[in-house]
């Protein structure tokens, strides 16, 4: 057998084609990768073909990184931290390893320098939408800090073909389009067929006693899938390190339907590999919605399994026995989603290792980690016994014996306290019953985390308040943070630069930097630069909205951004009676004194979810009255973006000035947008609510724009009985925009279009748009105020900017690494000559 230091390509010792940064290499290298590569020549190559080999080019850079960090974690027998998610929305790829690689600059130059445009090449690339939302792009976040802070990580998740489906708006509705992101391959990625993993599925089981006599379960399936890793490097910024991504794609074995054919069953065989291969197919794209669909935990258990196998393979490899597992792997649990895990490593170790259950059990505990995203009830994961019993027998008997042995734990705690009991219960027996999977995640983990101090606080009390009781050590805060690289570096070029010529580049790993930008607030230079960097970008964005909508906007108006999933509990709707409120007032004194404003919005529905479609609808149905309206004289503009996904992120939080973050108070876990606009010198307006609670802490709150009730008051208001009509009914000015809406004036005179949304709100009112009306409006009104003083309004945007150190994911990382996973950053040392950086 040949050993890798026989292989010519690691015995090179000098600058090549594949890792030179120098001018002339990079340029060959995009030729080479043109011809060998893509098969093309300039006379026949397509932009995509050029795109195609500058990815190419990139991901060669990183080759030798990432197999060296693969190659040391193995080595050193490192602790990795294994981040378990359904969703990773990564977003585009391209420029974010240039700047990681801190070739930009050099890499843009070649580019241009042979005759090709750059920015069309970088607008060509797909973007890998894996992820509904926050939790999906958090995910990514955090796998760029790991890399950055040097953790041993590996990211395990599904490779769907469609991720979150293309949003087009016809007639003001959402359609939805398919998300064919690998029609034109993904350079990004790299097939391990060799470590191909197969999953069970159905079937029954059934008791043995083996050779010694232990009472013992076989699982004898009925279906088997193959997992097959798909691995992605994620580089870090300004280090070596490059940890590896890996999503799972489910293939019907080759072999398996060989009897069927014989037996003539040759559709049933074939539409068999058909069913197997739909297990990651599409994305599911309810964000805060648990639907109980089958598929959905197939998807589930299938990456699950792949992964932990995967684990324990890396693991027995090194040589270890399986009681040390947990010190190989700190596994961490991305919401709810990958939870079955607790049950499929218990089944791995009992079953198939023979280790005892109890001590299964503490390796179980000790591996996992829980983090729970959302409050919601409608979000929380159950399945009911029938369909998780056919699908998963094995694993339903294992969740009977967790759970026995768990409530034999609480009723020695809290003797004949039944209602407890079922409250705790991993089986919901109120009525028909389910698997309660939040459950399984906080009994079979040794740590459970909330994403904001509000959220925890209320985690702790309300959803998982028996858990906390029980176990008030396993709890902790790790309030989110977002990657400064993708959300100012990548994003806001200019702004990037601006800050770094006045307090050099450490900011963008130290974040906590950027508070030496206070020291520069009374220089009327800065702040004049200030200012003007985000007038430029805001002129960038209108010409793209001209371009690419046919929407003339006034880059000298206050830019006011929400964009986000649309949901009522994020209650776009409440902004949308701030602009017919506004609208009303020039209406009613066409002369009145008004601050210019552009509403932006984005964000997609769940498709099956009506009312979020209808306020799209209300949306874009008040943007042409108000667009079109002679005496709104420009004054105002609403305009709904297509299809928000991160490139439009990366292209509209650095062109805000104003961020709406207008949640009921305990309704948004955390939020991360909220932390993108205000690094980039937006101001927010904003609830009590997730992470603005905290922004609003740091930032200061004169240079915040509070509104709203606070969590109890809702609370208070929703036990003593709340009632939307009064508020209607006690402010003229609420009933006159309500009844704009209902008299069909931005429908064409259809009284019944915007009827559910209205009704829902005067009868019902779920999220209490109607109590926060005034308030909301109120602070609107400060804001006009405080953007007519400049001066002021840029000293405020530099305070929030300045002030974004702790919403770094590098620091919620390192929380995460010390107080949960227990894992150490490992330096990655380069052969000399790959060594340089440009
Ligand atoms: C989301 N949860 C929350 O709604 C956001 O507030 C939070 O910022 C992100 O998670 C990230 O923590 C979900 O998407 C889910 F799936 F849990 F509902």
Redesign the pocket.
């Known amino acids: 057998m040949t050993t890798f230091e026989q292989v010519p390509v690691f015995q090179c010792e000098f600058e090549d084609d594949r890792t030179g940064l120098s001018k002339e290499t990079i340029k060959r290298a995009l030729a080479d990768n043109l011809f060998y590569i893509q098969g093309k020549v300039p006379a026949t190559a397509t932009p995509n073909d050029y795109y195609m080999a500058l990815a190419y080019t990139v991901r060669d850079r990183m080759l030798q990184r990432w197999f060296k960090t693969t190659e040391v974690y193995t080595k050193k027998g490192v602790k990795v931290v294994s981040y378990l998610s359904a969703?990773f929305l990564l977003g585009p790829h391209l420029s974010n390893n240039l700047i990681n690689l801190g070739i930009y600059d050099l890499v843009r130059q070649v580019v241009e320098e042979s005759g090709l445009d750059f920015v069309q090449l970088r607008e060509i690339e797909e973007e890998p939408g894996l992820g509904?939302?926050?939790?999906?792009?958090?995910a990514a976040c955090y796998m760029d800090s790991l890399s950055t802070l040097e953790i041993p990580a590996i990211g395990y998740g599904i490779r769907y073909e469609f991720g979150i489906f293309d949003q087009e708006i016809r007639d003001g509705w959402q359609v939805e389009i398919t998300d064919k992101w690998l029609h034109l391959g993904n350079p990004w990625e790299i097939p391990r067929l060799e470590e191909t993993i197969e999953v069970k599925f159905g079937g029954r089981t059934e008791a043995y006693y083996d050779e010694k006599c232990r009472y013992r379960v076989r699982w004898i399936p009925d279906k088997v899938v193959k997992g097959v890793p798909y691995d992605t490097p994620i580089s870090g910024y300004n280090v070596n390190t490059v940890n590896t991504l890996r999503l799972w794609k489910a293939e019907a074995p080759e072999s398996f339907e060989f009897q069927a054919f014989n037996v003539g069953d040759y559709y049933g065989a074939v539409n068999r590999k058909v069913v197997s291969e739909n297990i990651t197919k599409v994305l599911y794209p309810n964000?805060?919605?648990m639907k109980g669909k089958e598929l959905r935990l197939e998807q589930q258990y299938f990456f699950v399994s792949c992964s932990l196998q995967d684990m324990i393979r890396l693991h027995l490899q090194k040589g270890e026995s399986l009681e040390t597992f947990h010190q190989s792997f700190a596994v961490q649990l991305n919401?709810t989603?990958p939870s079955i895990g607790v049950a499929e490593l218990m089944r791995l170790l009992v079953d198939e290792y023979e280790i005892e259950w109890d001590q299964a059990w503490q390796i179980t505990q000790n591996t996992f980690g829980y983090?729970?995203?959302?409050l919601?009830p409608e979000?929380l994961e159950k399945w009911t016994l029938s369909l998780f019993k056919n699908l998963l027998p094995r694993h339903l008997q294992i969740i009977y014996e967790i759970n026995q042995r768990f409530l034999g734990q609480v009723r020695a705690k809290y003797p004949n306290d039944s209602d407890r009991l079922a409250r705790l219960s991993l089986i919901d027996e109120s009525g028909e019953k389910y698997v309660r999977m939040a459950n399984l995640a906080s009994v079979g983990s040794h740590a459970i985390n909330g994403?904001?101090a509000l959220?925890t606080e209320l985690l702790k009390r309300d959803v998982l308040g028996d858990f906390h009781e029980l176990w008030p050590e396993k709890f902790s805060n790790k309030t989110?943070g977002v990657t400064p690289r993708r959300w100012i570096v990548v994003s806001n070029p200019l702004l990037a630069n601006l800050i770094t010529r006045k307090i050099g580049a450490d900011w963008i790993s130290h974040l906590e930097d950027l508070k030496q930008l206070e020291a520069f607030i009374e220089d009327a230079e800065f702040r004049r630069e200030w200012r003007q960097t985000k007038q430029d970008i805001k002129g960038y964005l209108a010409t793209y909205i001209k371009e690419n909508h046919g929407i003339e906007v006034n880059p000298e108006s206050l830019f006011d951004v929400q964009v986000k999933?649309l949901h009522e509990y994020k209650r776009q709707h409440l902004n949308v009676l701030h602009i017919i409120t506004l609208y009303k007032r020039i209406k009613d004194n066409p002369n009145i004194e008004i601050t210019p404003r552009t509403f932006i919005f984005g964000g997609k529905a769940a498709p099956g979810y009506f009312m979020a479609k209808l306020i799209i609808k209300l949306i874009n149905s008040v943007g042409d009255v108000v667009n079109n309206d002679p005496d709104v004289r420009d004054r105002l503009k609403v305009v709904f973006l297509p299809d928000y996904n991160v490139r439009f992120g990366q292209r509209v939080y650095p062109a805000a000035d104003l961020s709406e973050q207008i949640s009921t108070a305990g309704k948004?876990?955390?939020?991360?947008g909220n932390m993108k606009f205000a690094m980039n010198g937006a101001l927010t307006i904003g609830t009590l609510d997730?992470?603005n609670i905290e922004i609003r802490e740091e930032v200061g709150e004169e240079n915040f724009f509070l509104f709203g009730l606070t969590t109890e008051q809702v609370y208070e208001l929703k036990s003593k009985g709340y009632n939307p009509w009064d508020y209607y009914h006690n402010n003229p000015q609420l009933k006159q925009v309500i009844d704009l809406i209902s008299s069909g004036f931005f429908s064409h005179g259809d009284t019944n279009l915007f009827r559910p949304l209205v009704d829902s709100l005067l009868y019902h009112d779920p999220y209490m748009l109607f109590a926060d009306y005034q308030s909301y409006i109120d602070a609107q009104d400060q804001v006009n105020q405080a953007y007519r003083d400049q001066e002021h309004w840029t000293r405020m945007s530099i305070l929030n900017a300045a002030r974004m150190g702790k919403f770094s994911s590098d620091r919620a990382i390192l929380e995460y690494c010390q107080e949960i996973w227990n894992a150490v950053p490992v330096k990655i040392e380069l052969e000399e000559y790959i060594q340089g950086r440009a």
């Open positions: 969703e509904n939302g926050g939790l999906g792009r958090l964000d805060e919605l919401d989603h983090t729970n995203h959302t919601l979000a994403v904001a959220h989110n999933r948004e876990a955390s939020g991360t997730g992470a």
